[in-house]
């Protein structure tokens, strides 16, 4: 999945860093993990066991909520689409918190 | 620790030549002690697919520290373990029940999927409620912890 916009390189390294914290990739360091390349799978080859850790990580860090694998195809594609979804989800909440 | 015991005896067709209990059979008292557990609390299969999902067990563990023998009686001891994402954990004990000696000690991971296969990772409504009173059982002090845990709060 492409970004929608500008995505700050701060939030990208800061879910890098996330990812490879809560994940303990000991070998690994941000600028190892290529902003457009998939984490799972054949890109960082991280299972869905991971995924269930970095969906609560990103829920603590971030207030975004992942319900399902479904939602985290798409947040997991990549570090860049992961930057995207929590922008995206972010700026949603604060809409509908200024409507509410 | 909160542990929930049951008991089986190894029967002929579970021992190897030396009269050893084969150690696959472990995997079977193991599920004997969760659906003891998960029948408590209405989170059997059967009551997972009512709500639209299955639980599938996606990691399991044994360690075999002593033989159980043919017709011993074992106890086989569940525990769930606090989780830190929404999955279930429990944690098994083996003992033989003549001298309480530990004969196994294991472990399964289950995920929560959709009757599709998409895996979730939230739970909500009746299943949580019920997931969180089984929780309450084996963790009496967190009287919230599903909350807790995606708030990643609960230590």
Known sequence: ?100 | MQWVETTTTVRFNEIDQWGIAWYGHYFAWFELGRMKVLERFALLPKDFAEQGLIAPVVRASCDYLKSALTNDTVIIRTHLAKPQTTSLTFQFEIMRQADRDLLARGETLQVLTRLDGVMIYKLKGELKERVESMLRFFWPQHSRLIDNVNARSAD
């Open chain 1, 1 to 100: 999945m492409q970004a929608s916009g500008h995505i700050p390189q701060e939030l990208v390294v800061s879910l890098k860093e996330l990812v490879i914290r809560t994940l303990r990739l000991e070998d690994i360091a941000p600028e190892d993990i290529v902003d457009g390349a998939p984490l799972f799978g054949e890109g960082l080859g991280l299972d869905s066991i991971d995924a269930l850790e970095l969906v609560v990580a990103i829920e603590r860090e971030y207030d975004v909520e992942i319900p399902d694998a479904e939602v985290g195809r798409r947040a997991f594609a990549s570090v860049d689409a992961l930057a995207d979804f929590v922008l995206e989800k972010q700026a949603a909440k604060k809409t509908s918190h200024a409507v509410g």
